[in-house]
């Protein structure tokens, strides 16, 4: 008998400001600057009161996102073997991102990926079937939640919006009307 359809959220969340300070270092390895340091956790307080649970947090290999991802894991109190480091996330294509999330296995039922713009904006705009945004700032979050079995596949313009938040946004999350 197959298993039934359940509710899936999906978090893409850009990874925290990074610094720019030593122009000597490879891309992949700028660490945050201080407002991302202050972002993060930021962020991940506000996404725990709206997107509590069972979570697994998938993340680029880039220092940034890595010390991004270890933030808000530390916030939602998610053990450390739940961190997965995927290096086909850094700076990827949206059906690059698409193909780290559907070999995850189906539990939990919520996934935090850590990621790089323009990939992660583009992936929020073509998942969502209500939503559309320009840029993601960075430690902004989309929550797109889906009916599915698994991970794989999800579908272009099947997400339906959850929320929208970004460490300036002065105002409740942006939630669909």
Excluded at 95 to 116: S, W
Aim: proline content about 8%; hydrophobic content about 45%.
């Amino acid at each position: 008998m197959a298993a039934a359809a359940t509710s899936r959220r999906l978090i893409l969340l850009r990874h925290a400001k990074s610094s720019w300070d030593d122009g000597d270092l490879d891309d992949v390895d700028r660490p945050l600057a201080e407002r991302g340091e202050r972002d993060a956790p930021l962020m991940a307080e506000r996404l725990l009161r709206l997107s509590p649970g069972p979570t697994r947090i998938l993340t680029s290999h880039a220092a940034r996102a890595q010390r991004t991802a270890q933030l808000v894991a530390t916030v939602f109190g998610v053990a450390q073997d739940e961190i997965k480091t995927a290096r086909a996330l850094y700076l990827a294509a949206p059906q690059d991102v698409l193909a780290v999330i559907a070999r995850q296995p189906p539990e939990p039922t919520q996934l935090i990926v850590v990621g790089h713009n323009p990939g992660i904006t583009e992936l929020a705009n073509q998942l969502a079937a209500d939503f559309t945004i320009d840029d993601m700032p960075t430690a902004a979050v989309v929550a797109l939640d889906f009916t599915a079995r698994a991970w794989a596949p999800l579908a272009p313009g099947t997400g339906r919006l959850a929320f929208y938040d970004f460490p300036k946004n002065r105002q409740p999350a942006i939630t669909p009307r």
